[in-house]
């Protein structure tokens, strides 16, 4: 079946600009997640979505990063005002239900920020 | 919050010898404690995972055993085969309204040499 998929897989932008990157989680998944890895690190966690809660916005590191879930299914997440540092890969993981468990990753999106 | 370490941050075997990965975290209410492998531009793949309930778990050339008292956790591959070479992250999270919120270590560049 389907797995995790994510648009674009590549995305070059100036700075000062927004970013929108989309996640398609798995079909029937009701937790959604975004990490974020930095070159030769670690996965940081960013946002959850779980169900029908409110979501676990803990992990966003400002106000310049925002992400929505519609219709329980495809999770956007924009970055406003880019910065150089926002540069990484961005990851979206989905998993069968918010009590935890086997978490299914994307390709992600490598954002490139001049 | 969680924190998760991980040693080492570069692990070269010949092919056929062992490999052991060994993770440490920091939150005794910590549960679940999966390890990903992730190959080149893919996203990280889980390849075991243990509970809490669990002291350890094997599944053919790959074992993970957790220590609950010392807070830590090893992946052990044998018999290794260039195939294996990728990097290799462990992951903890914790229960309650966290849970599924993965914090993962910083990772290991397994190499195998045939």
């Known amino acids: 079946g389907a797995g995790v998929s994510q648009s674009p897989s590549n995305k070059v932008t100036e700075k000062g600009k927004d970013v929108e990157l989309r996640c398609d989680p798995i079909?029937?998944?009701?937790?959604l997640y975004w990490y974020r890895q930095s070159l030769g690190q670690g996965l940081e966690f960013l946002i959850y979505?779980?169900?029908?809660?409110?979501?676990?916005k803990s992990g966003l590191p400002s106000d310049r990063f925002s992400a929505e879930r519609t219709g329980g299914s495809v999770s956007t997440l924009t970055i406003q005002r880019t910065q150089q540092e926002d540069s990484a890969v961005y990851l979206c993981?989905?998993?069968?239900?918010?009590?935890?468990?086997?978490?299914?990753f994307g390709p992600g999106t490598r954002l490139t920020v001049l | 919050g969680e924190n998760v370490e991980q040693h080492p941050s570069t692990l070269s075997v010949q092919e056929g010898d062992s490999a052991v990965i060994k993770c440490t975290y920091s939150?005794?209410?910590?549960?679940?404690f999966p390890w990903y492998k992730q190959e080149l531009g893919k996203g990280p793949q889980l390849i075991i995972d243990?509970?809490?309930?669990?002291g350890e778990k094997k599944d053919q050339r790959i074992a993970v055993t957790l220590n609950k008292t010392a807070k830590h956790f090893s992946l052990h591959i044998t018999e290794t085969q260039p195939e294996d070479s990728a990097v290799y992250f462990c992951?903890?999270?914790?229960?309650?309204?966290?849970?599924?919120?993965?914090?993962f270590g910083q990772g290991t560049i397994l190499t195998v040499h045939p």
């Open positions: 992951a903890a999270t914790s229960g309650g309204t966290s849970y599924g919120k993965l914090t």
């Open positions: 079909s029937g998944h009701t937790a």
């Open positions: 993981a989905s998993s069968l239900t918010s009590l935890g468990g086997e978490q299914f």
């Open positions: 979505f779980q169900g029908n809660s409110a979501p676990d």
């Open positions: 939150d005794s209410a910590s549960n679940y």
């Open positions: 243990i509970r809490s309930n669990v």
